[in-house]
């Protein structure tokens, strides 16, 4: 089930191999999932689900992105990495069955979900896979940063 930590960690594995920005990159992996604040709003008796359901789509994670790449000294360096994770998000999101809905992709002209149906939401096997491959992803990064460090010696 691609849940916040395989979010995270597939951001983190990209921005490794991609030598990008690694914490823009989970940031904008986790941005699309800003919609799950209204589990916490629901204790409170406040219900926010119908408001934050468009966070979840191509279109408001993109624009949550480049909101959020304004708060730094160069929106465009910021927003690409932001993108890159946004995109991994939904990657992920587009192979998962029993979800909600899917991925809806043509937001706000239709609120059809797309979806492929690989990967079951209540299975944690592709979490562990991804805990398997960061771990894989940093040991090659040390080895490599290890070799570098010796050659520039």
Do not use: C
Request: aromatic content about 16%; overall charge negative; hydrophobic content about 50%.
């Amino acid at each position: 089930m691609p849940d916040w930590l395989t979010h995270s960690l597939i951001g983190w594995i990209t921005g490794k191999i991609i030598k990008s920005d690694v914490a823009l990159l989970v940031i904008g992996s986790l941005l699309p999932d800003i919609e799950k604040i209204s589990v916490v709003d629901n204790w409170f008796g406040i219900h926010s689900e119908q408001f934050l359901a468009p966070f979840h789509t191509p279109a408001g994670a993109f624009l949550i992105g480049g909101l959020l790449a304004l708060f730094f000294e160069s929106p465009k360096k910021a927003f690409i990495p932001l993108s890159i994770g946004i995109t991994t998000h939904f990657i992920l999101d587009v192979f998962l069955f029993n979800s909600s809905g899917g991925l809806r992709l043509l937001f706000p002209f239709s609120w059809e979900g797309w979806q492929y149906d690989v990967i079951s939401s209540g299975d944690d096997w592709i979490t562990i896979i991804a805990i398997y491959a960061a771990a894989f992803v940093y040991i090659i990064y040390l080895y490599y940063t290890n070799l570098t460090s010796k050659n520039n010696m």
